[in-house]
Nanobody
Framework: QVQLVESGGGLVQAGGSLRLSCAAS??????YAWFRQVPGKERQFVVA????????YYADSVKGRFTISTDNAKNTVYLQINSLKPEDTAVYYC?????????????????WGQGTQVTVSS
């Protein structure tokens, strides 16, 4: 059974940090990404990484504060978020697909985790 399971969300004060994890099971994918979503808005691309080679693609809004990394041995993708801002509050989703063509559209991704809530207080 193919699964993506996120963890690491929580309530944090502005300026703090969190590390989100996305553990994949059942297979390895070519591309992993993180998206985030707030109620009433579309799912927003945050960052993507190619499993082979590790090339990364960041949304302009998160460059410098967000860092994606992978642990091949654990089949896990991480999202380190520093200097958190209240506007980072959202449900963060891990996504994956089998192509190495990077897309910022959520419709390009076939597999999704259940999401993890990140809440930043001011």
């Amino acid at each position: 059974q193919v699964q993506l399971v996120e963890s690491g969300g929580g309530l944090v004060q502005a300026g703090g940090s969190l590390r989100l994890s996305c553990a994949a099971s059942g297979r390895t994918f070519s591309t992993y990404a993180w998206f985030r979503q707030v109620p009433g808005k579309e799912r927003q691309f945050v960052v993507a990484v190619l499993w082979t080679g590790g090339k990364t693609y960041y949304a302009d809004s998160v460059k410098g504060r967000f860092t994606i990394s992978t642990d091949n041995a654990k089949n896990t993708v991480y999202l380190q978020i520093n200097s958190l801002k209240p506007e980072d509050t959202a449900v963060y989703y891990c996504a994956a697909h089998t192509s190495d063509l990077v897309s910022t559209s959520p419709y390009a991704f076939d597999y999704w985790g259940q999401g993890t809530q990140v809440t930043v207080s001011s």
